[in-house]
């Protein structure tokens, strides 16, 4: 059936009564109108999930190719994944169990549950609301500047790579997880170095999805695949999976990169792959694998849940909201190098959510869901929701130029990074990856939108 403005009205209107009378049903049950037993939240959660993404893929212009319904694929599964298997459960793994026991029971669970089908629900509204189908742009750019772009951007991503493995075997991070959490731990230096690393990889894939075009070869791709695989092996999972993300997103801009059967067999192998990563990420030894159960990585990943169910537990040890403090914080620290403004050291720094969840509850990672809650409450998980939403959706709609894509998808790196950090870099990566991204256009004398 062809994408007509009236089937995307109809799409749109039964989207949106549907998601307005699952919120009912979440809020009447918040509220305790009606009383969810755990295990029926948890079912209604896989519910929700389900029916958004089916939502998303049906009513989105460009389906589930869309940064939308990648974007809230990427951030359900991270937030979700532990609450949707064990919904059915289908949690296999010892070591998971026992590493969810300490915290995945506690009544604060239950609330950040709550808050994740509120961000899912919020966000699914907002981005179908504001979703439209792009411009149609005929590409004029001369080949020969695309491709002299396609390879400035795969010489970084060679670069990068390198850089990656002469600091990963100087310091022993990649020996295994475990060996590379006691590096970044150990050196701030390193860690800032391998967060940077990883930022400009992304980027540079970036860059190469942006102008690949047929005939081009598959190098440079081929060459992130094989870091990935050495990536992955380490157990640097997200590292892998974001710019993996924004590249898809990007190629879909342009056009349907693989059909969905072939995307259905890539993603299953990839769950497989992380389930056996998982089995060997703390020791290295992968001579002893005895857990194949796909969904054990589905599990796995939602770990950022704990995000969530430790920033409620904060607040109900009378943790004050932060009214926007941490949003306002990286702008202030980037101005005091300029201004007379006072610059605490990093670590001093309540303000960076990074460092507090450090101190509280070691490397766990971060949520923009934690974040929101911790600023504004209840009413920062609808703002942050809002706001992604519809930003996102304004990228959908933008017609596909090389220009366009370029800054959309540098943009899009630092966001999905956010997925499982705090807000502390985004800013700075964000103008950061602006600036190089038109410096090396104008490198490759791509000065208008084509």
Not at 92 to 104: A, E, R, V
Not at 110 to 122: C, D, E, K, S, W
Not at 250 to 274: D, E, N, V
């Amino acid at each position: 059936m062809p994408y007509t403005s009236e089937r995307q009205s109809l799409l749109k209107v039964c989207s949106i009564i549907i998601i307005v009378m699952m919120t009912i049903i979440l809020l009447t049950s918040f509220w305790q109108a009606i009383i969810f037993t755990r295990e029926e939240l948890e079912l209604f959660s896989l519910f929700n999930w389900l029916i958004l993404s089916a939502l998303l893929a049906y009513a989105l212009p460009k389906g589930i190719w869309s940064i939308c319904f990648i974007f809230f694929s990427a951030f359900s599964i991270f937030h979700g994944g532990l609450v949707f298997v064990s919904a059915i459960g289908l949690i296999t793994d010892k070591d998971i169990l026992y590493s969810i026991s300490f915290w995945f029971h506690r009544n604060e669970t239950v609330y950040a549950i709550y808050l994740m089908n509120f961000t899912m629900l919020i966000y699914a509204l907002t981005a179908i609301s504001f979703s439209k189908k792009a411009t149609a742009t005929h590409d004029t750019l001369d080949l020969r500047l695309i491709k002299r772009f396609h390879h400035i951007g795969g010489a970084l991503l060679l670069f990068m790579i390198t850089t990656f493995l002469l600091v990963g075997f100087a310091t022993g991070a990649l020996q295994s997880y475990t060996a590379y959490l006691t590096v970044i731990n150990q050196s701030p230096f390193v860690t800032l170095l391998f967060v940077y690393i990883y930022l400009f990889m992304g980027m540079a894939v970036v860059f190469v999805a942006v102008s690949y075009r047929p005939g081009f070869g598959y190098f440079y791709f081929l060459a992130f695949a094989i870091w990935a695989v050495i990536a992955f092996k380490v157990g640097l999972r997200g590292e892998v999976m974001f710019p993996t993300c924004v590249a898809a997103a990007i190629l879909g801009r342009r056009k349907i990169p693989i059909g969905t059967f072939k995307l259905s067999i890539m993603i299953f192998i990839m769950l497989i792959a992380i389930v056996i990563v998982k089995n060997a990420r703390l020791s290295g030894d992968y001579s002893k694998i005895d857990n194949m159960n796909p969904l054990n990585a589905l599990a796995e990943m939602g770990s950022s849940l704990r995000t969530v169910q430790e920033v409620v537990k904060w607040r109900n040890e009378g943790f004050k909201l932060l009214y926007g403090a941490s949003y306002w914080a990286p702008f202030e620290r980037q101005l005091a190098l300029f201004l007379p403004i006072e610059r605490p050291p990093a670590k001093k720094d309540k303000r960076l959510l990074n460092v507090v969840v450090q101190e509280k509850a070691g490397p766990i990672g971060f949520s923009p869901v934690a974040e929101a809650y911790l600023n504004f409450g209840e009413k920062g998980i609808i703002f942050i929701a809002f706001i992604l939403g519809i930003s996102l959706a304004k990228f959908d709609s933008l017609a596909s130029t090389v220009r366009a894509d370029t800054l959309i998808g540098v943009a899009l790196i630092p966001l999905f990074i956010m997925i499982r950090n705090s807000f502390t870099f985004i800013p700075v990566q964000t103008i950061m990856g602006i600036i190089i991204a038109l410096i090396i256009l104008q490198l490759a004398k791509i000065r208008v939108v084509n």
